[in-house]
């Protein structure tokens, strides 16, 4: 996986960027922050605990709210642009 935030407001307000998953790949995490993602190319599917799981293609926009556990299952490989409230620094 791959992450880059090449805009960052005024006192980590916010963050944009991209996230690419080069292949097949599985994700546990938590979200300590607040993320809107615009599929590009490829597909995920979204677990967050307690919910169904949710499929994403490319064109499809989700939100995810702060402190919201999840597991993230890439069956191929998946391009999103992200934003996150506060900005996030990993």
């Given amino acids: 996986m791959q992450v880059s935030d090449p805009i960052v407001g005024k ?10 998953y080069l292949e097949p790949s599985r994700l546990e995490w938590t979200f300590y922050y607040n993320e809107v ?33 999840t597991v993230f299952t890439v069956p191929e490989r998946a391009l999103m642009l992200h934003v996150t409230l506060p900005a996030w620094r990993g």
């Fill in 37 to 69: 993602f615009f599929m590009l190319e490829g597909a995920l599917e979204v677990h967050a605990a307690d919910q169904e799981p949710v499929r994403f293609e490319t064109g499809d926009l989700e939100y995810i709210e702060k402190d919201t556990r």
């Fill in 11 to 20: 006192d980590d307000c916010l963050a944009a960027g991209f996230t690419e």
